[in-house]
């Protein structure tokens, strides 16, 4: 079937209940707060009061129901191929999606939709979170029509690469060239995610702590007596030893976290895409699409490199579907050789690190202040006006100066960007160790942005945006960010580079 | 093959985004962002005001002084904010790319080429179209961070730039 969609049209006049079931729902969600308190006060209300004032609600909600109907256009124009949506009753909104750039076009139907019998239509493209273009009440046929309309440029281009992706999934032939074995998640159980595990058991504890508690008040224990107990009889081998027992437990935890998440990691290469395999319990799979991929992170601290593992973590452009949107494909384990032969397949060729960008001493004496100055004077402005008693932790201070100045410090210093003509690399962390790379082609935009009191020292910050995040670098030399600037802005625009 | 050159490039002589001149938003458009000062300010005052009727036993002398502080400065804090951060939008329009300039304490400059826009979208807010004037917001698939909104545009410039940028973004098909 073939409908002409060059004329602006309306949506479905039944579409008017969806407008109508979306709006209520809108303003119901807004007042839901007072709609209850009416509902518990509702002896006491007037009732006539109550009731014209519903109807008045009502009858607004249609009429802007009415509204919303009738100035919601939308036609493709041929000449320029886009499509058109316009909206809106007093804010108006013109919006043209070049069909092109058009990713996906889903046809769904809401509850309210499949009662009065129409479709809905969205539009994505590969930009923002949300639906670019939504078309609420259409009948099928015509969603139908629109769709194969709106597909039909992007099919051209496309087919080929839809067709190999389901050829892949189809021939789904054995021949891993990368095996992680336990060995290697054991190392990298012991050597990573401290943070992360020590966050999830301490949540453990303390839920288990409250419960304790809870408990205890109620079977009317003397917490005085225990208290006490705790407090004199071992209070330094105590502590010792649960801080022992905790480390371990972080550690155990560590690997069986990661052994039942990665259990049986395989790669194998298919045509030019990866195909990932891991797990323990349910097997997970994805693909890695080279041309897709768009921020490439290989990250390793120092008992790892020891241990010649290291950890990379691949963002590939978001393509529409939400939980896609986030996926971060992350290869917990692989040596130095794997982990080339990964970046080859990614990039065609190594990355080498170019020119090296420092960060300006301010860089180390911000992050000093944040992490230490604040806290600390919080810390003693606190103790010594509202609660004297915290001063007894004093003892501490110096211990977290140093730890969180050594992070501090250490970050600085491994603060880098690096450039040269096939890659830009940024390293960062003050344990694990990161080097985020990117290709020029996948730039999206660039900000460059500078404070104003730093323009005599000619410092300033960067962030490159791509489609699968962006990228950023605080306080470097300013003349040569900007260089770096004109120069990729030139590479992206002087060629037809693709960068999905 | 015979005219094939490919000479060194003095990546020094590239065109430099940091010496293009910005053009300001409308002037009318300092109406827009003016009214959406007001009604802030109006509000900032009003919830006190009715607080006041509502509980009055909260508002004792002192807390009246120190609103009678307190206000003032915020009132004309945010009216330097409104003020610089209009002074300091502006865009412009290369052959290649779009500019947009903003920010209050720091400089920001965003540049998307054309070549990575995905699409486009054209505002009207109430005010505004009173004033004639059009917001135009340029979106890449780089997330909404390195979108462009610009506000404050003339009708029929909006239109223009929007046709523009169409035809740029069809030509790099």
């Given at each position: 079937m073939r409908t002409d969609f060059n004329q602006p049209q309306r949506q479905s006049a039944v579409g008017v209940l969806v407008m109508f079931a979306d709006t209520l729902q809108k303003i119901a969600r807004a007042l839901w707060p007072i709609l209850v308190i009416w509902i518990f006060k509702f002896d006491e209300l007037n009732k006539v009061y109550f009731f014209s004032g519903a109807i008045a609600v009502f009858l607004g909600i249609a009429l802007v129901a009415y509204l919303k109907y009738r100035n919601f256009t939308f036609y493709i124009d041929a000449e320029n191929e886009e499509l058109i949506l316009q909206e809106g009753i007093f804010n108006k909104t013109n919006t043209a999606i070049s069909l092109s750039k058009i990713q996906q076009v889903n046809i769904n139907q809401s509850l309210v939709q499949r009662m009065i019998g129409v479709y809905g239509l969205e539009v994505d493209t590969?930009?923002?979170?949300?639906?670019?273009?939504?078309?609420?009440?259409?009948?099928h046929a015509l969603a139908l029509a629109l769709k194969a309309r709106l597909m039909e440029v992007e099919k051209k281009g496309i087919t080929d690469d839809k067709n190999a992706i389901t050829a892949d999934l189809m021939s789904e032939e054995e021949r891993p060239f990368i095996k992680i074995s336990l060995l290697s998640l054991l190392k990298v159980g012991i050597t990573s995610n401290y943070i992360r595990s020590i966050g999830l058991i301490l949540a453990f504890f303390i839920t288990l702590y409250e419960n304790g508690m809870n408990f205890l008040e109620q079977s009317d224990f003397d917490k005085q007596e225990l208290d006490s107990y705790v407090n004199q009889s071992f209070a330094m081998t105590t502590i010792a030893l649960l801080l022992a027992f905790f480390l371990l437990l972080v550690l155990v935890f560590n690997v069986i976290r990661i052994i039942l998440k990665y259990y049986n990691f395989k790669i194998s290469k298919q045509n030019e895409s990866l195909l990932l395999s891991f797990g323990l319990f349910n097997t997970k799979s994805t693909i890695i699409k080279p041309e897709r991929v768009q921020i490439t992170t290989v990250s390793q601290n120092y008992f790892q490199k020891k241990m010649n593992i290291l950890e990379l973590k691949i963002k590939q452009a978001s393509s529409g579907e939400k939980e896609e949107r986030k996926a971060v494909i992350d290869i917990p384990a692989c040596n130095k050789i794997e982990s080339n032969a990964i970046l080859m397949l990614l990039f065609d060729k190594l990355a080498v690190k170019g020119l090296m960008l420092k960060p300006n001493y301010r860089k180390l004496v911000f992050a000093l202040f944040l992490s230490i100055v604040l806290p600390l004077s919080g810390f003693l402005g606190f103790g010594y006006f509202v609660a004297p008693s915290i001063l007894e932790f004093m003892p501490f201070v110096p211990v977290y100066v140093i730890f969180v100045g050594s992070i501090a410090y250490f970050g600085f210093r491994n603060y880098r960007l690096f450039v040269n003509d096939d890659f830009i690399i940024k390293q960062s962390g003050a344990w694990d160790i990161a080097n985020e790379m990117i290709v020029?082609?996948?730039?999206q935009a660039i900000t460059s942005s500078q404070l104003f009191w730093h323009k005599s020292a000619d410092i300033g910050s960067i962030t490159i945006h791509t489609a699968g995040g962006n990228l950023s670098f605080q306080l470097g030399d300013f003349t040569r960010i900007k260089h770096y600037m004109n120069l990729w802005l030139y590479e992206i625009e002087t060629s037809d580079s693709n960068w999905m | 093959m015979d005219n094939f050159t490919n000479e060194t490039m003095d990546t020094r002589q590239l065109p430099q985004f940091e010496t293009v001149a910005f053009e300001s938003l409308q002037a009318k458009y300092a109406w827009v962002v003016f009214a959406n000062l007001m009604v802030r300010i109006v509000l900032l005052v009003l919830v006190p005001l009715v607080l006041s009727r509502i509980k009055p036993e909260l508002f004792d002398s002192q807390l009246w002084m120190i609103l009678a502080v307190v206000l003032p400065v915020l009132v004309l804090f945010m009216s330097l904010i409104s003020y610089i951060g209009f002074k300091k939008k502006g865009f412009a329009f290369r052959n290649h790319d779009v500019l947009f300039r903003n920010g209050i304490i720091a400089t920001n400059t965003i540049v998307i080429p054309y070549n990575r826009v995905q699409h486009l979208a054209l505002h009207e807010g109430i005010l505004s179209r009173y004033f004639g004037l059009a917001t135009i917001e340029i979106f890449t698939a780089g997330g909404s961070s390195s979108d462009i909104v610009i506000p404050g545009i003339a009708k029929e410039q909006a239109e223009n730039i929007k046709q523009l940028l169409m035809g740029k973004i069809q030509k790099q098909l």
């Amino acid at each position: 079937m073939r409908t002409d969609f060059n004329q602006p049209q309306r949506q479905s006049a039944v579409g008017v209940l969806v407008m109508f079931a979306d709006t209520l729902q809108k303003i119901a969600r807004a007042l839901w707060p007072i709609l209850v308190i009416w509902i518990f006060k509702f002896d006491e209300l007037n009732k006539v009061y109550f009731f014209s004032g519903a109807i008045a609600v009502f009858l607004g909600i249609a009429l802007v129901a009415y509204l919303k109907y009738r100035n919601f256009t939308f036609y493709i124009d041929a000449e320029n191929e886009e499509l058109i949506l316009q909206e809106g009753i007093f804010n108006k909104t013109n919006t043209a999606i070049s069909l092109s750039k058009i990713q996906q076009v889903n046809i769904n139907q809401s509850l309210v939709q499949r009662m009065i019998g129409v479709y809905g239509l969205e539009v994505d493209t590969a930009g923002s979170t949300k639906k670019e273009g939504v078309i609420k009440a259409i009948s099928h046929a015509l969603a139908l029509a629109l769709k194969a309309r709106l597909m039909e440029v992007e099919k051209k281009g496309i087919t080929d690469d839809k067709n190999a992706i389901t050829a892949d999934l189809m021939s789904e032939e054995e021949r891993p060239f990368i095996k992680i074995s336990l060995l290697s998640l054991l190392k990298v159980g012991i050597t990573s995610n401290y943070i992360r595990s020590i966050g999830l058991i301490l949540a453990f504890f303390i839920t288990l702590y409250e419960n304790g508690m809870n408990f205890l008040e109620q079977s009317d224990f003397d917490k005085q007596e225990l208290d006490s107990y705790v407090n004199q009889s071992f209070a330094m081998t105590t502590i010792a030893l649960l801080l022992a027992f905790f480390l371990l437990l972080v550690l155990v935890f560590n690997v069986i976290r990661i052994i039942l998440k990665y259990y049986n990691f395989k790669i194998s290469k298919q045509n030019e895409s990866l195909l990932l395999s891991f797990g323990l319990f349910n097997t997970k799979s994805t693909i890695i699409k080279p041309e897709r991929v768009q921020i490439t992170t290989v990250s390793q601290n120092y008992f790892q490199k020891k241990m010649n593992i290291l950890e990379l973590k691949i963002k590939q452009a978001s393509s529409g579907e939400k939980e896609e949107r986030k996926a971060v494909i992350d290869i917990p384990a692989c040596n130095k050789i794997e982990s080339n032969a990964i970046l080859m397949l990614l990039f065609d060729k190594l990355a080498v690190k170019g020119l090296m960008l420092k960060p300006n001493y301010r860089k180390l004496v911000f992050a000093l202040f944040l992490s230490i100055v604040l806290p600390l004077s919080g810390f003693l402005g606190f103790g010594y006006f509202v609660a004297p008693s915290i001063l007894e932790f004093m003892p501490f201070v110096p211990v977290y100066v140093i730890f969180v100045g050594s992070i501090a410090y250490f970050g600085f210093r491994n603060y880098r960007l690096f450039v040269n003509d096939d890659f830009i690399i940024k390293q960062s962390g003050a344990w694990d160790i990161a080097n985020e790379m990117i290709v020029p082609e996948k730039i999206q935009a660039i900000t460059s942005s500078q404070l104003f009191w730093h323009k005599s020292a000619d410092i300033g910050s960067i962030t490159i945006h791509t489609a699968g995040g962006n990228l950023s670098f605080q306080l470097g030399d300013f003349t040569r960010i900007k260089h770096y600037m004109n120069l990729w802005l030139y590479e992206i625009e002087t060629s037809d580079s693709n960068w999905m | 093959m015979d005219n094939f050159t490919n000479e060194t490039m003095d990546t020094r002589q590239l065109p430099q985004f940091e010496t293009v001149a910005f053009e300001s938003l409308q002037a009318k458009y300092a109406w827009v962002v003016f009214a959406n000062l007001m009604v802030r300010i109006v509000l900032l005052v009003l919830v006190p005001l009715v607080l006041s009727r509502i509980k009055p036993e909260l508002f004792d002398s002192q807390l009246w002084m120190i609103l009678a502080v307190v206000l003032p400065v915020l009132v004309l804090f945010m009216s330097l904010i409104s003020y610089i951060g209009f002074k300091k939008k502006g865009f412009a329009f290369r052959n290649h790319d779009v500019l947009f300039r903003n920010g209050i304490i720091a400089t920001n400059t965003i540049v998307i080429p054309y070549n990575r826009v995905q699409h486009l979208a054209l505002h009207e807010g109430i005010l505004s179209r009173y004033f004639g004037l059009a917001t135009i917001e340029i979106f890449t698939a780089g997330g909404s961070s390195s979108d462009i909104v610009i506000p404050g545009i003339a009708k029929e410039q909006a239109e223009n730039i929007k046709q523009l940028l169409m035809g740029k973004i069809q030509k790099q098909l």
